[in-house]
């Protein structure tokens, strides 16, 4: 992986997929950031995107995707981010438009054009779906795929974490092509389990917020907003501040030496009815004759590292 890998950041924004982007835009090569349906609807979340691109002052394109999941409906997580995706803070208003409403085309175009691009997803996998299935030789060209979801334990259900939850069909593509051998790189999966280990604490929100200026406020506002969404909605005593999920799919990337990861074989259980859809189910057995592993699943992250870098992160655009 080169130091500064070339990435498209698939995203809903969101809170935490706020942080991502800027995380992506510090230390990867970004070659265009792709909307989805997922925390807000998508021309909410395309919004929001525009919204960090001009906080950041980055000349990136913003592509808008799949408004919808493959085969399910569009749940919005309005619960935890606020009807906007982004609730918490006064953002201002975007002056550059979308650059295309063609997400799944820009996908394929630009992993076409150029050799070596990881996807970081950190939404629903409906726009890396499609473009998985538009185009049969994009899996082999890519350098990987590193998302945001799954878990040994869920969020949406007692067993399934939102993003694959919310397309469980568009995961199971994703999974089944990285256990086919098709994927030109890994598939690395920062799940609940490790990203529940990266909490926005208030010690944190106030390190951003330090470091002032209008992107470091902004972001320390909708971190206050999305922790206390999170507060709110656990036991007492249970969280210290919102799980800061989506970076760490991006961190995965720029900078392993933070996390513990096992390869382990996932699939994506997507039985309708069943209490089980949308888990990931992590093959965790050492009997020998279990499938080979086709993801590589952080377990564990230096945190405080981890935030550091966030913090670095944000400073260098404020
Ligand atoms: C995931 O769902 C969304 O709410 C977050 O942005 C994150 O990508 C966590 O389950
Ligand atoms: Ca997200």
Redesign the pocket.
Known sequence: MPDRPLVVLDC?P????ALAMVVAARFCDLAGVTTVA??APLSRTTYNARVMRELLGVDVEVHAGAARPLVAEAHA?AS??GASGLDGADLPAPSRPVDSEDAVRFIVDTCRRNEGVTIVA??PLTNVALALRAAPDLAGRIAGISI?GGGSFG?RTPVA???IWADPEAAAIVFHTAAAGELGGPLTMAG?DV?HRFQATPDRIAAVDAIGGLLARTLADLLRFFSSAYEGRHDPGTMAGAAM??PLAVLALTHPHLFTVAERHVTVETAWGASTRGMTVIDERTLVERAAPNARVLVDVDADGAFAVLVDAVASFS
């Open positions: 809903d969101g809170h935490d997929d997922g925390n997580a935890i981010h950190t939404g945001m969020n974490e939102f993003n609940l990203t999920h989506d």
